[in-house]
């Protein structure tokens, strides 16, 4: 097991983001229309869809609750919050994953709180940190992901319903319950080497079922196996973007909604409900200075887009940011794909979760050959390609075969 070194500056922010305290949830105690996004259009019927009780103000906002499972008080109520999207006046996940979300969410909110802090600058300098499943000094864990890390696991504890959590910043999953009902698999802090140039981050975590039949089997064993489920197996997934917005982006297995924090309140507000990602889009996401490490299929598929010569008339353009999150969030909502073609990205963590949530959104998830979900895993830190997207795009680029870079080239990356 590594050790780690955490400087006092990292303690003292540490401790600084566990007091933070966000305000609870305020009502409206007249139409403000200021406080609305002019674009809705929303001054025309504040007046008309108030009660006669002024703190029950009822407004039909575009942002508000659009889904099939939703009740018509969720609508006509204005903004909807995740937790109410999740409780029995929404789709009805059961209490349990209720009270997960609820503690994850929280440990979500500190973490975009750390992100931003300025101290971040001084907490990557001169920290020596252990080396988890990986071959580049470069993908070694860093202070943020260390304490982004410890933020989660003690959400996670205190929530009292997770048996098990399996980190990409530990070598081994941590046993927390023997009753806890789920499992949970993570990326506590996706892209955290880029926080210096400020460029988006994110969190990154699928939900299992605990496999109450291997009960009887010791802590070690039964902990892995629990964290080495099919990704088809997962009942909720989510990750969270820390950008000019902090998104937290979730499904609980039919469809795929966007919640955004509201800093003032502390909630977070449903703003895309039903995410339906497009048929085929017209960007493309990659690390092309790599061109000539890639196997002849994939420099195919890219040429040939391009060039708009394509099944897609038109040419694609090239959007990369070198944040798996932020990229993948592109791409869920304008289209296109994706992709790291190389064996870098790990299936339990970050290939499972964002293919059960692309799935959900009418997308794909595949590593160039097999459906990622269709996967079984065999080792906690198993990497692969991955390759997301409009499903008619990733159907074109598996038509082309070889796009699979198996081969590696002697760079870190």
């Not at 101290?119 to 080396?131: A, E, I």
């Not at 499943?133 to 070694?140: N, V």
Request: charged share 20%; aromatic share 8%.
């Amino acid at each position: 097991m590594s050790c780690y070194y955490l400087p006092q500056s990292i303690e003292m922010l540490s401790s600084t983001i566990s007091s933070l305290k966000f305000p609870p949830r305020t009502q409206l105690s007249s139409p403000n229309p200021s406080i609305f996004p002019q674009k809705y259009n929303l001054v025309p019927f504040l007046t008309e869809n108030m009660t006669s009780t002024p703190f029950n103000l009822r407004v039909n906002s575009p942002m508000a609750i659009d889904s099939k499972n939703a009740s018509a008080d969720s609508i006509n109520s204005g903004f909807c919050t995740l937790m109410e999207y999740m409780g029995k006046g929404g789709v009805d996940v059961g209490d349990d994953l209720v009270v997960l979300f609820g503690h994850l969410e929280y440990a979500c909110k500190k973490i975009a709180a750390l992100v931003a802090s300025p101290f971040n600058s001084s907490l990557t300098k001169n920290v020596g940190v252990g080396n988890i499943g990986s071959d580049s000094d470069r993908d070694k864990p860093k202070p943020l992901d260390i304490v982004s890390n410890e933020i989660i696991l003690s959400s996670l504890r205190n929530s009292g319903k997770v048996a098990v959590m399996a980190s990409e910043e530990d070598e081994g999953p941590v046993w927390i319950t023997d009753d806890g009902p789920f499992v949970v698999v993570m990326d506590p802090l996706d892209g955290s080497r880029n926080i210096d140039a400020s460029i988006p981050t994110g969190t990154i975590f699928g939900i299992y079922k605990r496999l109450v039949e291997i009960d009887h089997l010791p802590v070690e064993e039964k902990a892995l196996v629990n964290c080495l489920q099919s990704g088809a197996k997962l009942v909720a997934a989510a990750y969270v973007l820390y950008s000019s917005a902090t998104i937290l982006c979730a499904s609980f297995g039919s469809g795929t909604h966007a919640f955004t924090l509201d800093h003032t309140t502390g909630d977070f507000l449903m703003t895309h409900p039903n995410i339906s990602i497009p048929p085929r889009g017209q960007i493309y996401s990659v690390n092309d200075a790599r061109y000539f490490d890639w196997p002849e299929g994939l420099r195919q598929y890219i040429d040939t887009i391009r060039q708009g010569k394509g099944k897609h008339p038109k040419k694609y353009s090239a959007r990369y940011i070198c944040s798996l999150v932020a990229d993948f969030h592109r791409t869920l909502l304008y289209g296109g794909v994706a992709m790291n073609p190389r064996d870098h990205l790990r299936l339990v963590y970050e290939a499972n979760p964002l293919s059960f949530l692309v799935e959900k959104a009418g997308g794909s998830g595949s590593d160039g050959k097999h459906r990622i979900l269709s996967i079984q895993p065999v080792k906690l830190h198993q990497r692969l390609p991955l390759f997301l997207g409009s499903p008619e795009d990733i159907e074109e680029l598996q038509s082309y075969g070889n796009v699979q870079q198996k081969v590696n080239p002697g760079y870190d990356v």
